[in-house]
């Protein structure tokens, strides 16, 4: 069938129509956060603008530093794994400030039951109650199962830090992490203080330097906590990313989904 010239001028219309609501939210989307726009990363990661410390925090587990004032909170939203749970199950945000030797992440955790059942740090890790933090230096994506493209540190309620090394076994980089939680109310208030390693990294090594931060600095971040209230295995794993397609429990081995971390001033 012919369009008609009035079909015509509607179709034209129609496309006229996308066309400026497409450029308009564009521009919106200039005007408010940077698109992440590149091959090695999924669609839709977020960005977190992370304010530098004046004074570090100290890693107690009280948030009373005024760092933590700049920094923006992020949500823990996005169910990864697990089926729908009600807020006294689980909530989840952090923020984030920096130095020029360490990021620091505040996050703040509602979990009802606090579990560590696995007391091998190195045993089923990801089935105890336990905060992920996901750090890749150059915001490069990519692989990182087995190398140090990107790390996935599993700080567990004794506050051990646990990724797979380069032997593909799981060691521990306690000595990256500074860990320390309390309890405020029914809120976990956890403040850790991560050494940033680039993919030059080496299992064992005593060779190794922590990266020297300067703002401006574009990271790949992702955060995500693992909640086991009396199971098996996890009930649930919610992070800050979300995952629109493939295995969501992925971001141990695909830094493509982390969002990206601006160092700023
Ligand atoms: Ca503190
Ligand atoms: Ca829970
Ligand atoms: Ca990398
Ligand atoms: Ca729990």
Not at 4 to 11: A, D, I, K, N, W
Not at 15 to 31: E, K, T, Y
Not at 132 to 155: C, K, L, M, R, T
Not at 220 to 246: H, K, Q, T
Request: glycine share 8%.
């Amino acid at each position: 069938m012919q369009s008609g010239p009035s079909e015509t001028r509607h179709l034209r219309a129609y496309w006229q129509g996308r066309i400026s609501r497409a450029l308009v939210a564009i521009m919106f989307a200039a005007a408010t956060a940077p698109a992440i726009a590149d091959d090695a990363h999924v669609v839709g990661r977020s960005k977190y603008f992370a304010p530098k410390a004046v004074i570090a925090p100290t890693i107690d587990g009280i948030a009373k530093e005024s760092a933590w004032n700049q920094a923006e909170w992020q949500d823990l939203k996005h169910r990864w794994l697990g089926p729908e749970y009600t807020n006294d199950d689980f909530q989840g945000r952090y923020k984030i400030v920096w130095s020029e030797s360490k990021i620091y992440v505040l996050a703040e955790i509602v979990d009802d039951t606090l579990i560590d059942t696995h007391r091998d740090p190195l045993t089923q890790y990801w089935d105890d109650d336990c905060l992920e933090i996901f750090i890749d230096e150059d915001f490069s994506g990519g692989d990182h199962q087995f190398n140090h493209n990107a790390f996935a540190y599993h700080v567990s309620l004794d506050n051990q830090t646990i990724d797979i090394g380069t032997n593909e076994q799981a060691q521990y980089y306690s000595r990256h992490v500074e860990s320390r939680w309390q309890q405020q109310g029914n809120k976990v208030i956890w403040e850790l203080a991560i050494e940033i390693y680039t993919d030059e990294y080496v299992d064992g090594s005593d060779e190794n330097t922590a990266a020297t931060l300067s703002a401006g600095k574009l990271m790949g971040l992702m955060i995500a906590y693992c909640d086991n209230d009396g199971s098996e295995l996890r009930e649930n794993f919610i992070g800050s990313e979300s995952v629109p397609e493939g295995p969501k429990d992925r971001g141990w081995i695909d830094a493509g989904l982390f969002g990206a971390l601006e160092l700023k001033e």
